[in-house]
């Protein structure tokens, strides 16, 4: 969302229009108060049920740059890394990432914005994030 207000305020009707369930958000403009907003302690990522009478969630969690959160045999990972941080930074928020899919149980699903150039995603020039 690039933290634009204007594409804040067009979540919600895009989500009602598309009939979506749950969003993955990424560089998001703000924290919405309710119970079924759920975000990393950075306010950077987040996953919006927007449809709780569908879905039902049965645990959530954060760390710095993703969000969890467990539906029924499928758990959702919503991620965010800022371009603006080190490779050390980076790599730290990757690992704690990967160990928390690594100890999650059933389907994942992940999604979001890594700011990582790689050939393998259609980037000419990859970068050492990538």
Same mark, same amino acid.
């Given at each position: 969302? &690039?933290?634009?207000? +204007?594409?804040?305020?067009? +979540?919600?009707?895009?989500?009602?229009?598309?009939?979506?369930?749950?969003?993955?958000?990424?560089?998001?403009?703000?924290?919405?108060?309710?119970?079924?907003?759920?975000?990393?302690?950075?306010?950077?990522?987040?996953?919006?049920?927007?449809?709780s009478r &569908?879905?039902?969630?049965?645990?959530?969690?954060?760390?710095?740059?993703?969000?969890?959160?467990?539906?029924?045999?499928?758990?959702?990972?919503?991620?965010? +890394?800022?371009?603006?941080?080190?490779?050390?930074?980076?790599?730290?928020k990757i690992?704690? +990432?990967?160990?928390?899919?690594?100890?999650?149980? $059933?389907?994942?699903?992940? $999604?979001?914005?890594? &700011?990582?150039?790689?050939?393998?995603?259609?980037?000419?020039?990859?970068?050492?994030? $990538?």
């Open positions: 969302m &690039n933290r634009s207000r +204007l594409a804040d305020e067009l +979540l919600y009707q895009l989500a009602f229009e598309s009939n979506t369930d749950i969003v993955f958000i990424s560089e998001q403009y703000r924290n919405r108060d309710q119970p079924t907003w759920f975000s990393d302690p950075l306010s950077t990522s987040a996953i919006w049920i927007s449809s &569908n879905i039902r969630v049965e645990g959530h969690g954060s760390e710095e740059g993703f969000v969890w959160v467990r539906c029924e045999a499928m758990t959702f990972f919503s991620c965010y +890394l800022t371009p603006n941080e080190s490779i050390q930074q980076f790599r730290t690992d704690a +990432l990967e160990d928390a899919i690594f100890n999650t149980q $059933g389907e994942v699903i992940v $999604g979001g914005d890594f &700011n990582a150039k790689a050939i393998e995603w259609g980037m000419p020039h990859p970068d050492s994030r $990538g």
